[in-house]
Nanobody, 125 residues
Framework: QAQLVESGGGLVQPGGSLRLSCAAS?????????VTWFRQAPGKEREWVVC????????FYRDSVKNRFTISRDHATNMVYLQMNSLTPEDTGVYYC?????????????????WGQGTQVTVSS
């Protein structure tokens, strides 16, 4: 069964860091799938955070996370990571990884084939 599983969320103080992981199983991300991290804050719509295109030649970051967040992919372990630095309370939310087959990148959740269950990130003092 194909699935994505996120981990690494938690409570962190403003200015702190977290590293989220997304483990794919039942299918191979490789160079076939675009991978995007989305997040959803309480009472708000889900929004994209960063996307790595299927062939990894393009990476797009939401303006508010540029120079703070970094996405990386490990083909050997079929994992995707999101390193988050200099966190602010505005980064609080449930973070989801999603994969889309042969997609460059998209901010439309409807285009993604697989979703994880999400991991909670809370930035608070």
């Amino acid at each position: 069964q194909a699935q994505l599983v996120e981990s690494g969320g938690g409570l962190v103080q403003p200015g702190g860091s977290l590293r989220l992981s997304c483990a794919a199983s039942g299918f191979t991300l490789g160079y076939y799938y675009a991978v995007t991290w989305f997040r959803q804050a309480p009472g708000k719509e889900r929004e994209w955070v960063v996307c790595s295109s299927n062939n990894e030649d393009s990476v797009f970051y939401r303006d508010s996370v540029k120079n703070r967040f970094t996405i990386s992919r490990d083909h050997a372990t079929n994992m995707v990571y999101l390193q988050m630095n200099s966190l602010t309370p505005e980064d609080t939310g449930v973070y989801y990884c999603a994969a889309a087959f042969r997609l460059a990148c998209s901010d439309s959740p409807a285009l993604y084939d697989y979703w994880g269950q999400g991991t909670q990130v809370t930035v608070s003092s």
